[in-house]
């Protein structure tokens, strides 16, 4: 046995070890790029948006079809944090909605939301949810667009004046209220 011998086994051994790492990075990227295939499809099929650039966008900020009802709450999350962070009120509202659109437990949706209850969403998510939603207004008839509207932004309202109600009632918004919903109405004037 020469010198050389015990040198050539590990340099082989590191060698084969190399390829092995090499591959399972492949599979997980090959993994990691079929389920973002998977998601765009799907998000695509749930929502009825087809522009593939505001898809990607929309995965890209972690927006996907498990949570994509958490998304739909963006109106509500804008208000509340109007003038702040988000009142008890506000908090439990948006919890009960959260709870009438399916977001249970521990769902990624309700994962997403007490995320967003306890910090602000991020100005490029709150940018992509108007994306999101003119997108999705552009796609619907003068009725179903209204509903959506309905659905989203004025039931939004009944949050921001929770801020400043007594014993339920509410006394109107806000200037900085004021000024987000202006701001979330824009997708809905197609």
Not at 5 to 27: D, I, N, S, V
Not at 147 to 165: E, M, N, Q, T, Y
Request: aromatic share 6%; proline share 4%; hydrophobic share 45%.
């Amino acid at each position: 046995m020469s010198w050389e011998e015990p040198f050539k086994e590990r340099e082989k051994g590191q060698e084969a070890h190399y390829f092995q790492q090499r591959e399972r990075e492949l599979r997980a990227s090959a993994r990691e790029e079929q389920q973002r295939a998977r998601d765009l499809e799907d998000l695509s099929t749930l929502t009825g948006i087809e522009d593939a650039q505001l898809l990607g966008a929309l995965v890209a900020g972690e927006i996907r079809p498990d949570n994509a009802a958490a998304f739909d709450l963006m109106p509500m999350l804008r208000l509340a944090w109007a003038d702040g962070p988000p009142s008890q009120h506000q908090q439990q509202a948006i919890r009960r909605e959260a709870e009438l659109r399916g977001i249970h437990g521990a769902s990624p949706g309700r994962a997403l939301l007490e995320q967003w209850l306890l910090a602000a969403p991020a100005q490029a998510t709150t940018e992509l949810w108007g994306r999101y939603a003119r997108a999705r207004c552009v796609r619907l008839d003068g009725t179903a667009r209204e509903l959506f509207h309905h659905a989203l932004v004025r039931r939004a309202r009944a949050i921001a004046r929770k801020r400043w109600s007594v014993l339920g009632l509410g006394f109107g918004v806000s200037r900085a209220a004021a000024a987000v919903l202006a701001e979330l109405e824009r997708p809905f004037q197609v």
